[in-house]
């Protein structure tokens, strides 16, 4: 179990950045790393930006579906992450006994001992990518011929990877997009859509760059999969400097091939999503135009209108 021992301590200039949103108001800290509020100039922000992003996708034709920030445990497993993240998943156990052991629970809570012996699995855990549960909401219908587009709207998801860094958090908001189409399509849209996400970003005034990437896979295995994801190409990130000693990704763009639809019984499709990490474009605008928006430069004030 991660202590506070564990937790990366934000250096430098990125610890100072953390201070100076602290001490303005526009993050709010709590007892935890990486469990971290909003202040109301950073709500409006990501809320701005939010509705920029509607307006870059409006021609996209997508559907939106949103989902709770809780999916079917089911789910997870079948889709392998707590073989390929189990340091990031996070899972929902609920109390399920009797008096006396709710006594007992209770008393031990109230010390702040660990309590957690009284808990079982409530079949739940926490969506830990806005895309995830869509897979399985699109088996329920039957996706088009000609593919399909989702818009999951700023979903709340989570990932363990408690941290000192303001732009590293334990619950954030991802506006994705998701598309399920016919397997020589799928690719050119994430190509499509992540040189568009690259303009877009960089129209806001951000110094943009993409790369390609790989995903945190866990342990000894995960690097044999991660120099593979490199290899062919499956993920792109955009990058922004956010304060720490390497530029951030603020947005994703991933290619699954058919491993979603194939899980789900999807049909002959492939699948691809882009990720928008909404708090780290915040962070990014603040951090490159300063922490007085009123100083903003006006073509990016404009643009966020
Ligand atoms: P990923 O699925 O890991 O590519 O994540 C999609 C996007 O979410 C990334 O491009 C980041 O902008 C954002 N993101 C990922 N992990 C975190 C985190 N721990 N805290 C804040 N934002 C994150
Ligand atoms: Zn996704």
Same mark, same amino acid.
């Given at each position: 179990?991660?202590?506070?021992?564990?937790?990366?301590?934000? *250096? %430098?200039?990125?610890?100072? &950045?953390? +201070?100076?949103?602290?001490?303005?108001?526009?993050? #709010?800290?709590?007892? =935890? $790393?990486?469990? *971290? %509020?909003?202040?109301?100039? &950073?709500? +409006?922000?990501?809320?701005?930006?939010?509705?920029? #992003?509607?307006?870059? =996708? $409006?021609?996209?034709?997508?559907?939106?579906?949103? &989902?709770?920030?809780?999916?079917?445990?089911?789910?997870?497993?079948?889709?392998?992450?707590?073989?390929?993240?189990?340091?990031?998943?996070?899972?929902?156990?609920?109390?399920?006994?009797?008096?006396?052991?709710?006594?007992?629970?209770?008393?031990?809570?109230?010390?702040?001992?660990?309590?957690?012996?009284?808990?079982?699995?409530?079949?739940?855990?926490?969506?830990?990518?806005?895309?995830?549960?869509?897979?399985?909401?699109?088996?329920?219908?039957?996706?088009?011929?000609?593919?399909?587009?989702?818009?999951?709207?700023?979903?709340?998801?989570?990932?363990?990877?408690?941290?000192?860094?303001?732009?590293?958090?334990?619950?954030?908001?991802?506006?994705?997009?998701?598309?399920?189409?016919?397997?020589?399509?799928?690719?050119?849209?994430?190509?499509?859509?992540?040189?568009?996400?690259?303009?877009?970003?960089?129209?806001?005034?951000?110094?943009?760059?993409?790369?390609?990437?790989?995903?945190?896979?866990?342990?000894?295995?995960?690097?044999?999969?991660?120099?593979?994801?490199?290899?062919?190409?499956?993920?792109?990130?955009?990058?922004?400097?956010?304060?720490?000693?390497?530029?951030?990704?603020?947005?994703?763009?991933?290619?699954?091939?058919?491993?979603?639809?194939?899980?789900?019984?999807?049909?002959?499709?492939?699948?691809?999503?882009?990720?928008?990490?909404?708090?780290?474009?915040?962070?990014?605008?603040?951090?490159?135009?300063?922490?007085?928006?009123?100083?903003?430069?006006?073509?990016?004030?404009?643009?966020?209108?």
């Amino acid at each position: 179990m991660a202590s506070a021992m564990d937790v990366p301590q934000a *250096t %430098g200039s990125q610890g100072e &950045f953390r +201070d100076k949103l602290v001490a303005e108001g526009l993050l #709010i800290p709590s007892s =935890v $790393a990486g469990v *971290t %509020g909003q202040g109301p100039a &950073f709500v +409006d922000l990501r809320q701005r930006l939010d509705a920029r #992003i509607s307006k870059l =996708v $409006a021609d996209e034709g997508a559907v939106a579906m949103e &989902f709770p920030p809780i999916e079917p445990r089911h789910d997870m497993e079948s889709v392998g992450y707590l073989t390929s993240f189990p340091q990031l998943a996070g899972s929902v156990f609920a109390f399920h006994g009797e008096d006396a052991e709710a006594l007992a629970l209770g008393e031990q809570a109230h010390a702040h001992q660990d309590w957690s012996g009284h808990l079982q699995s409530a079949g739940i855990v926490m969506v830990p990518a806005a895309c995830h549960p869509v897979y399985p909401a699109l088996a329920r219908q039957q996706v088009p011929p000609d593919g399909i587009t989702i818009d999951t709207g700023p979903a709340w998801v989570f990932r363990h990877e408690p941290s000192d860094d303001p732009s590293r958090l334990v619950a954030f908001h991802m506006r994705e997009l998701v598309r399920a189409g016919p397997a020589d399509t799928v690719g050119a849209w994430r190509d499509a859509w992540r040189d568009r996400a690259l303009q877009f970003l960089q129209s806001l005034g951000l110094p943009a760059v993409f790369d390609e990437a790989n995903d945190p896979f866990f342990g000894r295995s995960g690097k044999v999969l991660a120099r593979s994801q490199r290899a062919q190409k499956l993920k792109f990130e955009i990058l922004v400097p956010v304060g720490g000693d390497h530029p951030t990704a603020v947005a994703s763009f991933n290619a699954h091939g058919d491993h979603f639809a194939s899980v789900f019984g999807l049909g002959p499709v492939h699948t691809a999503c882009l990720g928008f990490g909404m708090e780290r474009c915040v962070l990014a605008l603040l951090f490159t135009h300063g922490t007085d928006v009123s100083q903003w430069p006006a073509d990016v004030l404009a643009e966020l209108s």
